[in-house]
């Protein structure tokens, strides 16, 4: 469904990414951990153009092959038409209701009707538990909210992947199990994700493949149960046991 080719990414003379090659199936939940520096997160945003990859190509589906070094508008805007990205900080217009911001994307890039795009909307806010927020602003509602609501945007425009950056970095610990019982949900429904994440609870228990990235390479992938609980290489290994010393969350 998706195919990643000799990616690579610099900022100056920082060599990020160093051609990352990375195939994801239709339905897969691909976990990403991996240090803070590793380049996970502009990997990611690689995959939608948020980062414009130096070099290497993106395949999304049998229709679509966008090459890094000479893009088009037209190829970006159908590979951001594909992918939905759920950030770290959630990212919500700030001047709009919670219902404004779900219909947002559905009305100004996909041109639905007001009422078509409400209907979504509402139906959504019913699906993360927040119908009773619909005309609140964001500045109202916790992280946890707040970010539940950016998933339901997410959704909204029923992507072929969504692509998650760290989402429960920013919260406090307290509302990081809801967001994480949200994404349990939408995994169980088969909808492709990518998630960069430090959850390594979250990892083993909904992803079906996991990825190390360190130093702007992929180090190990494979299942759960290969990369997290039995690691082949000794950086994976390292990264593991340090990260396991701090509290980790029951979803």
Same mark, same amino acid.
């Given at each position: 469904?998706? !195919?990643? %080719?000799?990616?690579?990414?610099?900022?100056?003379?920082?060599?990020? @990414?160093?051609? &990352?090659? +990375? =195939?994801? /199936?239709?339905?897969?939940?691909?976990?990403?951990?991996?240090?803070?520096?590793?380049?996970?997160?502009?990997?990611?945003?690689?995959?939608?153009?948020?980062?414009?990859?130096?070099?290497?190509?993106?395949?999304?589906?049998?229709?679509?092959?966008?090459?890094?070094?000479?893009?088009?508008?037209?190829?970006?805007?159908?590979?951001?038409?594909?992918?939905?990205?759920?950030?770290?900080?959630?990212?919500?217009?700030?001047?709009?209701?919670?219902?404004?911001?779900?219909?947002?994307?559905?009305?100004?890039?996909? !041109?639905? %009707?007001?009422?078509?795009?409400?209907?979504?909307?509402?139906?959504? @806010?019913?699906? &993360?538990? +927040? =119908?009773? /927020?619909?005309?609140?602003?964001?500045?109202?509602?916790?992280?946890?909210?707040?970010?539940?609501?950016?998933?339901?945007?997410?959704?909204?425009?029923?992507?072929?992947?969504?692509?998650?950056?760290?989402?429960?970095?920013?919260?406090?610990?307290?509302?990081?199990?809801?967001?994480?019982?949200?994404?349990?949900?939408?995994?169980?429904?088969?909808?492709?994700?990518?998630?960069?994440?430090?959850?390594?609870?979250?990892?083993?228990?909904?992803?079906?493949?996991?990825?190390?990235?360190?130093?702007?390479?992929?180090?190990?992938?494979?299942?759960?149960?290969?990369?997290?609980?039995?690691?082949?290489?000794?950086?994976?290994?390292?990264?593991? /046991?340090?990260?396991?010393?701090?509290?980790?969350?029951?979803?």
């Amino acid at each position: 469904m998706i !195919k990643l %080719s000799g990616i690579y990414k610099k900022f100056q003379q920082h060599e990020v @990414l160093k051609g &990352i090659d +990375l =195939e994801v /199936k239709k339905g897969d939940v691909l976990t990403i951990i991996g240090p803070s520096g590793s380049g996970k997160t502009t990997f990611l945003r690689c995959i939608n153009f948020l980062e414009k990859p130096d070099e290497g190509t993106i395949e999304i589906g049998s229709t679509l092959k966008v090459n890094a070094i000479k893009p088009s508008k037209k190829d970006i805007l159908a590979l951001r038409q594909k992918t939905a990205m759920v950030f770290q900080n959630y990212n919500l217009f700030q001047n709009k209701t919670v219902l404004e911001n779900i219909m947002e994307g559905l009305t100004v890039v996909q !041109k639905k %009707s007001k009422q078509e795009a409400r209907e979504v909307a509402e139906r959504l @806010l019913h699906k &993360i538990g +927040l =119908e009773e /927020k619909r005309d609140a602003y964001p500045s109202s509602l916790s992280g946890g909210q707040q970010q539940r609501v950016g998933i339901a945007r997410a959704l909204a425009l029923n992507p072929e992947v969504i692509l998650f950056d760290e989402p429960t970095s920013a919260l406090d610990p307290e509302m990081v199990g809801e967001v994480l019982q949200l994404m349990k949900q939408i995994a169980a429904e088969g909808i492709t994700m990518i998630v960069v994440t430090h959850e390594i609870d979250f990892a083993h228990e909904v992803s079906n493949r996991v990825v190390f990235m360190d130093g702007g390479h992929i180090v190990e992938e494979g299942t759960p149960e290969e990369v997290i609980v039995h690691p082949q290489k000794e950086r994976t290994q390292q990264f593991l /046991k340090r990260l396991r010393k701090n509290p980790e969350y029951i979803i």
